[in-house]
């Protein structure tokens, strides 16, 4: 068993940044994929990014590419979304989760691959 939980939410105005962490407990991370994910009111929940067992790959969504970086301290058995140039649009409810392998290429966006989740911080925009 596995217990993720996110920290490092908050309200910002555009432009800023915040630093998500999801520390986990129970069992060690190290050999699995994390991801992000975001859920905005009345929307589905979507993949922001993802980072492989070892830290060297990373993927991201289309929507945060060049804005935010995951990465992770195995040792911390953590994971951290930095987010920069923050714009309302990235207003959600902000999840992480654990992938049910190391490597996932081609569906680390895909949430039936993800077997724990987090209870999720909120990241509020202002304009």
């Known amino acids: 068993q596995v217990t993720l939980v996110e920290s490092g939410g908050g309200l910002v105005q555009a432009g800023g940044s915040l630093r998500l962490s999801c520390a986990a407990s129970g069992r060690a991370i190290s050999s699995y994929l994390m991801g992000w994910f975001r859920q905005a009111p009345g929307k589905e929940r979507e993949f922001v990014a993802a980072?492989?067992?070892?830290?060297?790959?990373?993927y991201y969504a289309d929507s945060v590419k060049g804005r935010f970086t995951i990465s992770r301290d195995n040792a911390k058995n953590t994971v951290y979304l930095q987010m920069n140039s923050l714009k309302p649009e990235d207003t959600a409810v902000y999840y992480c989760a654990r992938a049910r392998a190391g490597e996932i290429p081609r569906y680390y966006s895909v949430r039936n691959q993800y077997d724990y989740w987090g209870q999720g911080t909120q990241v509020t925009v202002s304009s």
């Open positions: 980072i492989n067992w070892s830290g060297g790959s990373t």
